[in-house]
């Protein structure tokens, strides 16, 4: 069997192609960009902000699948019947969400209209030009309702999808790129039955953790262990509690020096930081910890495997909705252990926004969906009948009909009111934040494995894997 | 005589034993799947074989979610798939079996290496051709690219058996005056079939479990029973009883299929390869 | 009973063109419908060559650059190295397993009646589902097989969660998953093996273990070679069961080329980095392929006596 003809075509062609040169993608564009924007911007006139103003046309809104998007679905038929809007929706599951939303939006065929995001995801995409920026939308009073109310946002959470495109700068500031459906930021839940039977109380210190996690080993026989915490290979390990520790002690992931970004993760503060979770997880975490993820972590706290669960409130919160698990009712939470001395609380913040794609074709309509979705009259009804937890809306908090949700799981509310005003993206943003937390995760799971001489030597490798990693990002 | 029996014996429950070894392996994870499709979130994580089985996880699947349109949008797409190939595919292996032809292996190879392409290699340029060709998220589209995955085997089984029938059979029936279809049709076909309807069952198999190309291939108007399987892990717990509903009531018209053709399915995959 | 292909097959060598172009074009649909899907293979080296990434709007051609910087990635080898392992766990132990099961399912038997339709279950749930349920049955604090362990005094088996078994975990799964495939395809070869030449052997007296190698076994060539032809091939480029239990991890332990390729390319967005990865793997699996199907030609060519 000779194989040089199929081997010299695949050859040929590929030089063939190469004289085309280098490419831009954009040049496929069918529309979509700044044109369309203008569009909606005649569609809509003058006359003032209408629901119908798109009426007749039609959008494809990529959503994950989520308790919030659940929410979504039951409202799009209201949604369709106030605005005259066609949707038609795909949910992904979250595994292989945003491989299909990067796809998608790289064809810049303008399909779908409408995608959820969160906040690293704009680091890259905004930088593609896949997103469309919202400020035009949000400036002009023919194209945004009276009753919306921007303000009501809470600062942190609307803050962290701004962003200047600039590398190192941190968000807060520039344009903005999507709406929050909803947010989730850190604390300590913890099952008050254990702690009861055991005479504990909540541990406000690292150090007090790690002794009530001596304590309560296997409390309740094989098979249960003092905490849950998230440590698969994934940016998953290090966004929730990790991060927000790291932070509390002083660390930071990245400096910017002269126009590039340097990792810090071999500092001083971040070597005593991962040393002590080491530690916490070698005392009191799963035996199965590399394998932990968001659903396994919730899950043990729910089932009683484990006593304790350092991640998002939300977490927490999905195991305690009625007949939701096994432990429902004994889910109490609290403010995150901190380092010895330090008072005040950094919390790291996740939120599943919704954002336009730039190449979309149906912006007005497209639009109007953000708007309602994101807007106070929905955002209740999502918080009170539906899962959407938590929202960003200070108005639903602040409803006695929420509050009164709230109050059956113990200290959740006042957790919330105490960490939100510490609570933003401590990570510094940059468009490879999902290589540099993957290998982040790798290395914490091979000090827990023992493979280096010491937490040191592993940053410091870390360190240069990260240093690698955005090496092509410079600072203008 | 006596001993003899007895070693005889001894050997049979031996090897019945290791075949129960195997079957427990085999058929524990599927037994467990089914025994969680009656099981409550709540219990899954408490409990292992004592719990309070309920039907729940049943109706929202089937009843609450669009499960059913998706399972309705797989035996479309997996069976299309299967009958392109087949209609396209039995040709071009009477072609590789009773042609020589120039460059034969080659060819007959290179439809094989189809099926040993990495799905991540192909994925990116092929979902932009679809945006181009407008076959995205259609039935066209999916049964196009599942013939990766279904043509490959399809041929190469058949293939064997179209060698194994002898050449005398068919010359003779079109020294008979017979057209070539009706040689086709009535002489040939039969004598393929058992290895047709295993491979089919096979290349049936792959296709409706198949994830990636329906993943990121379509998603609004179409969806695959794997990919909407997938979906029960919401992101505020694994509802591990409808993915097991799902991934259960998926496998039925396989399981059903093989039944079917319990016949052939073990004969037929002989490939033609000891002919005697 | 066998003819001599060459001499059975009709030889249109020197007749006129339409006559030599009907193979290729009774073959034409097939051939049209894949070239469709050629079309992306050429289309992935060159952009192998360039910095195709979702991150930028433009990219440019870059030479050699990907494949050199991959060459130098101590990643790189250590994916081949896992790639390898994982190919000759999986597939050693299915072979071997499944030529077992094969031959004990071959004899007739009610028992082994009902085993040979219900034992080819595990082929109909798709890997990635397969994989969540081993993962729950495998979970240590709630999982049934941690149970059953502790009934053998074993507890806290790490499963996938170390680095010493998560290969272990992985080649189980595949296992469960894809044996039947092999038990199928060699118990299709020894239903068609003939008769007589086992009769013959019994009468001489020949020991089973005798017959089965000088006999069984030669003439089980071409299945065996096709199961692994088809196994192999699959679990080279393995991605659904691994991503689905770990991901790669722990560490780096089951980062395979695949799993390297999709995570440069998708997670990180890096799609010219990530080509490469899988075209190494491409090239890898074709040139094995191709060895093996032309050994099976002539395994087949043997087996038949000719």
């Known amino acids: ?22 490419g831009n993608k954009q040049s496929h564009n069918r529309s979509g960009g700044d044109k369309s924007l203008r569009q909606a911007q005649e569609v809509a006139g003058t006359g003032g902000f209408r629901w119908d103003m798109a009426s007749g046309s039609a959008i494809k809104v990529l959503l994950n699948q989520h308790p919030y998007s659940e929410a979504i679905i039951k409202k799009i038929p209201d949604f369709e019947k106030v605005t005259g809007i066609r949707v038609e929706y795909a949910i992904t599951p979250e595994e292989n969400y945003f491989d299909k939303v ?23 995409y905004a930088g593609a030009d896949f997103i469309q920026n919202l400020d035009p939308f949000i400036q002009d009073s023919n194209l945004l309702s009276p009753d919306y109310d921007i303000e009501d946002i809470y600062p942190g959470v609307l803050g962290t999808l701004r962003w200047d495109l600039v590398p190192g700068h941190m968000t807060g500031r520039g344009p903005l790129w999507a709406l929050p459906l909803g ?124 006593a304790m669960l350092f991640d998002a409130d939300i977490n927490g919160y999905f195991q305690t909705g009625k007949g939701a698990s096994k432990e429902a009712e004994n889910i109490a939470w609290t403010v995150m252990p901190l380092p010895e001395g330090q008072d005040e609380i950094n919390s790291n913040l996740w939120t599943w926004a919704i954002a336009m794609n730039k190449a979309s074709r149906n912006k007005l309509a497209a639009w109007l969906f953000l708007q309602y979705f994101t807007g106070a009259e929905y955002s209740l009804w999502s918080a009170l009948e539906m899962n ?17 949700k709230m109050a059956d799981r113990e200290g959740y509310y ?15 943003p940059q468009p490879h934040f999902f290589e540099t937390t993957t290998e982040w995760a790798a290395t914490l799971q091979s000090i827990v494995a023992g493979k280096y001489t010491s937490v040191q030597e592993a940053l410091d490798i870390l360190k240069r894997k990260m240093d690698e990693a955005v090496e092509d990002v410079v600072i203008e | 005589m006596m001993n003899m029996k007895i070693r005889q014996l001894s050997l049979s429950a031996l090897r019945n034993a290791l075949l129960s070894l195997y079957a427990l392996f085999a058929l524990f994870p599927i037994f467990w799947m089914i025994l969680i499709t009656f099981k409550s979130d709540a219990e899954m994580y408490t409990t292992t074989f004592q719990f309070h089985p309920t039907l729940y996880n049943y109706k929202e699947v089937l009843l609450r979610t669009d499960y059913f349109k998706a399972f309705l949008d797989n035996i479309i797409v997996s069976s299309g798939a299967v009958l392109v190939s087949i209609l396209v595919g039995v040709p071009a292996a009477y072609a590789l079996a009773r042609y020589k032809f120039k460059g034969k292996e080659d060819l007959a190879f290179t439809i094989l290496s189809f099926r040993f392409a990495p799905e991540i290699l192909v994925i990116l340029p092929l ?10 998220d259609t039935y066209f589209g999916l049964i196009w690219v599942y013939q990766l995955i279904t043509m490959p085997l399809l041929i190469w089984v058949v293939r064997g058996y179209f060698e194994d029938i002898n050449v005398e059979i068919e010359q003779a029936a079109q020294l008979d005056g017979y057209p070539w279809y009706t040689v086709f049709l009535k002489i040939l076909l039969p004598l393929i079939k058992p290895g047709l309807v295993a491979a089919g069952l096979l290349a049936f198999i792959f296709a409706w479990n198949s994830f990636t190309f329906p993943l990121l291939l379509s998603g609004f108007r179409i969806e695959t029973v794997t990919v909407a399987s997938l979906k029960y892990i919401a992101s505020d717990t694994v509802h591990y009883g409808q993915m097991a509903v799902a991934a259960t009531v998926a496998a039925l018209p396989e399981v059903i299929l093989a039944l079917l053709i319990q016949r052939h399915l073990v004969r037929g995959l002989s490939f033609g390869a000891v002919k005697g | 009973m066998q003819n001599d292909l060459a001499s059975s097959a009709i030889d249109y060598g020197k007749k006129p063109f339409w006559v030599q172009a009907r193979p290729y074009l009774i073959m034409a649909p097939a051939l049209l419908i894949t070239v469709g899907i050629l079309y992306p293979f050429v289309t992935a080296i060159y952009y192998s060559l360039t910095n195709y990434s979702f991150r930028t709007t433009t990219f440019r051609f870059v030479g050699l650059k990907n494949w050199i910087q991959m060459f130098s990635e101590p990643e790189f080898w250590h994916a081949i190295l896992v790639t390898g392992k994982y190919a000759v766990a999986s597939t050693g132990t299915e072979m071997l397993l499944g030529l077992g099961i094969a031959l004990l399912l071959s004899r007739e038997s009610k028992f082994t009646r009902i085993l040979r339709v219900l034992l080819i279950f595990p082929l109909m749930i798709a890997p990635v589902i397969a994989t969540i349920i081993w993962q729950l049955m495998i979970n240590n604090s709630v999982g049934i097989l941690e149970k059953f362990l502790n009934l053998f005094g074993v507890y806290d088996f790490p499963w996938a969660s170390s680095a010493k078994t998560a290969l272990l975990t992985a080649t189980m799964i595949d296992v469960w998953v894809y044996a039947p495939f092999v038990v199928l395809l060699i118990l299709a070869g020894l239903q068609s093996l003939p008769k007589s030449p086992f009769d013959a052997a019994r009468i001489d007296g020949g020991s089973a273990w005798f017959t089965f190698r000088t006999l069984t076994l030669p003439m089980l060539k071409p299945f065996i070679y096709i199961a692994l032809i088809f196994r192999l091939m699959a679990s080279l480029q393995e991605f659904a069961i691994i991503f689905a239990l770990t991901k ?22 890096k799609f010219g980095e990530s080509l490469p990865y899988v075209l190494v793997l491409w090239l890898i699996i074709f040139l094995i392929s191709r060895k093996l199907v032309s050994r099976w ?10």
């Open chain 1, 1 to 22: 069997m000779s194989h040089k003809f199929g081997m010299l075509f695949f050859i040929g062609a590929a030089l063939l192609l190469y004289s085309c040169g280098s």
């Open chain 1, 102 to 124: 990067t796809t998608s939006l790289n064809s810049r065929t303008g399909d779908p209209d409408i995608f959820m995001t969160g906040a690293y995801q704009i680091w890259e």
């Open chain 1, 183 to 306: 947010f989730e930021l850190y604390s300590l839940a913890y099952n008050k039955k254990v702690f009861e039977k055991f005479g504990l109380t909540p541990p406000k210190t690292m150090e007090e953790l790690i002794r009530v996690c001596e304590k309560l080993r296997e409390f309740d026989g094989k098979g249960t262990y003092p905490i849950a915490l998230r440590g698969s290979r994934n940016w998953g390990t290090i966004h929730p509690g990790f991060m927000s520790t790291f932070a509390n002690y002083g660390a930071r992931d990245f400096a910017v020096e002269d126009n590039r970004l340097v990792s810090k993760v071999n500092s001083p503060e971040s070597v005593k930081m991962t040393e002590d979770w080491v530690r916490l997880i070698k005392t009191g975490g799963a035996p199965a910890w590399s394998g932990y993820t968001w659903y396994q972590a919730g899950a043990d706290l729910g089932a009683g495997k484990a």
């Open chain 1, 388 to 404: 959407a937890v938590d929202p960003a809306r200070k108005s639903v908090w602040n409803n006695p009909e929420f509050q009164a």
């Open chain 1, 414 to 428: 006042e957790t919330f009111q105490a960490t939100i005003d510490g609570t933003r993206i401590l990570f510094t």
């Open chain 2, 127 to 136: 979902f932009m051709i679809y945006q181009a060709l407008g076959i995205y």
């Open chain 3, 248 to 269: 790669g991890g722990p560490g780096n332990t089951l980062m395979n080329l695949s799993i390297t390729g999709y995570t440069t390319g998708f997670a990180y967005l």
């Open chain 3, 297 to 306: 030609l002539l395994v087949q060519q043997t087996a038949t006596g000719n």
